[in-house]
């Protein structure tokens, strides 16, 4: 079955980065999209950066030009690197799978930006 097996949260001081991990199993990885979402507390959970599999990146416009998707088929995995971060991105990042017409989701990491 599909597993999504997010990794690499933390406590991190403001303007610092973080890289995220996606170990992704149970399916073909290389011949489908990715992305990674994120929910803060209170708020709805939103799209933060997507990838398709010829490698082709969209970002929410909050994070343009500080965080980077990306993806390693050999390795199965995805990535988000997140760089001058900040308190508004303080949240639980999860990636996510849509397939078949069914969302998948790993268990999330938390992600939390001190001031």
């Known amino acids: 079955q599909v597993q999504l097996v997010e990794s690499g949260g933390g406590l991190v001081q403001a303007g610092g980065s973080l890289r995220l991990s996606c170990a992704a199993s149970?399916?073909?990885?290389?011949?489908?999209?990715m992305g990674w979402y994120r929910q803060a507390p209170g708020k709805q959970r939103e799209l933060v950066a997507h990838?398709?599999?010829?490698?082709?990146?969209n970002y929410v416009d909050a994070v343009k030009g500080r965080f980077t998707i990306s993806r390693d088929n050999a390795k199965n995995t995805v990535y988000l690197q997140m760089n001058s971060l900040k308190p508004e991105d303080t949240a639980v990042y999860y990636c996510?799978?849509?397939?078949?017409?069914?969302?998948?989701w790993g268990k999330g990491t938390l992600v939390t930006v001190s001031s």
């Open positions: 996510n799978l849509f397939r078949r017409g069914m969302n998948y």
């Open positions: 149970g399916f073909i990885f290389s011949v489908n999209a």
């Open positions: 990838i398709t599999l010829g490698h082709s990146t």
